[in-house]
């Protein structure tokens, strides 16, 4: 009996000493060794808080031992912060790869910091965002100076997401949405991405005070209403900033500079048809034509599209009946910037009545044509003669009656 129950313990130990060694924080740890090497550059973090170890990482067997590492910092086991920037990590699937190793963390993980800016050697992570958007806990994302490519994902679902830096990643070209979903934005690193486009104003909607906003050399559009104390650089951008009077000097905005947005779309529709007008610019920009579209869902999705010179009217033709929105937006084509598009309110475009051919006529909802259905033509010798018939045989019997009783 007491073999059995030293047995049983020892099951027991194994099993609890099997879940330590496969927790989150070791698998993602591990996860990230398999896809090459990092050497931590001694960093403390953005908040001056993680592990300054500069040991290069090894393969560890445990939570607590990943909790060790340099670039890192726990909360009991579970890892918040993974900074290490400037490690030579140059993993094999790029930062996908990178995302979907840590993977495990990514509902602990407030802190991802991958960036360069030290003169240590460079972490290398492009291959594009996949899997990003899926770490809402994130409150502050660096991954500035990566080689990072494609489009930045919309990140609204971090809602405590308030600091993100992107900034010297030639390679991005534009974004699906917000930046960050914070409520508070402190910080927007974008300078010198000179490939990235896209409107920056949902975004810019929620930044705090003070802001350090360092949008230069992006090809960003979009407004701001900045404040005494935010600190904004807007030179070579379409962000066009309202507010503090200093604050806009001191960015470099220059209004002859920036693309310019057109306003007041009105819409007249028809069957099958918009007419749209808009107001240019009242302040004169770089723009030089518009391009015009229409969208059933609020300018997610643009219909129509279509690039024009310096027209302030346009028709839409062919278009399907339902309910619209018409879309203005400025732009200066030779450089491929614009500015925040213009929306009307919306309007109704109906259908054209169907015109039937010869031959066909509508059918009993009126929704389509159908072929007319001719009348079959009575044979002949069977209503009308066989009627016709009836009515001689009604007359020429009695005749024939009486012309037997003549004759008998």
């Not at 391009?291 to 129509?304: C, M, N, R």
């Amino acid at each position: 009996m007491n073999y059995k129950i030293s047995l049983a313990a020892l099951v027991v130990a194994a099993t609890v000493s099997g879940q330590a060694a496969a927790g989150d924080s070791a698998d993602a740890v591990n996860a990230l060794i398999a896809l090459g090497t990092i050497t931590p550059a001694g960093y403390a973090g953005v908040d001056g808080d993680v592990n300054t170890n500069t040991t290069a990482w090894a393969t560890v067997a445990d939570d607590t031992a990943a909790c060790a590492l340099g670039g890192v910092l726990c909360s009991g086991t579970d890892i918040t912060k993974l900074e290490v920037p400037d490690a030579g990590f140059t993993p094999a699937g790029g930062l996908p790869a990178v995302l979907a190793a840590i993977d495990p963390i990514k509902d602990t993980l407030i802190n991802l910091n991958l960036s360069n800016n030290l003169a240590n050697p460079d972490n290398v992570l492009a291959g594009g965002f996949a899997g990003l958007d899926g770490f809402v806990a994130l409150e502050k994302l660096a991954l500035n100076g990566i080689s990072a490519d494609g489009v930045f994902p919309d990140m609204s679902a971090s809602t405590s997401l308030n600091w993100v830096n992107l900034y010297d990643n030639v390679g991005i070209t534009g974004m699906e949405g917000k930046l960050a979903g914070g409520s508070a934005i402190t910080l927007i690193g974008l300078n010198g991405n000179t490939n990235m486009t896209g409107d920056m104003s949902s975004t810019l909607a929620n930044i705090g005070n003070p802001a350090n906003l360092t949008l230069n050399d992006s090809k960003v559009y979009g407004t701001v209403a900045v404040a005494s104390g935010d600190v904004v650089a807007l030179t070579g951008t379409d962000i066009i900033p309202t507010g503090d009077a200093g604050v806009i000097t001191a960015s470099g905005y220059d209004a002859s500079l920036v693309v310019q947005a057109a306003t007041g779309v009105t819409v007249t529709p028809g069957e099958e048809t918009a007419s749209i007008a808009w107001v240019a610019p009242a302040v004169t920009g770089v723009e030089t034509g518009y391009s015009v579209s229409y969208t059933a869902d609020d300018g997610v999705t643009l219909l129509g599209t279509e690039a024009l010179g310096a027209v302030t009217t346009h028709t839409f033709s062919n278009m399907p009946a339902g309910t619209y929105k018409a879309v203005v937006q400025s732009t200066f084509a030779a450089e491929g910037r614009s500015a925040a598009p213009a929306l009307s309110a919306a309007f109704d475009v109906t259908a054209a009545p169907l015109v039937c051919e010869t031959g066909e006529e509508l059918n009993e909802a009126g929704t389509a044509c159908v072929a007319v259905e001719e009348e079959e033509e009575e044979e002949e010798g069977t209503t009308s003669s066989g009627g016709g018939g009836a009515a001689f045989w009604l007359i020429m019997l009695p005749l024939m009656g009486l012309l037997r009783r003549k004759s008998a």
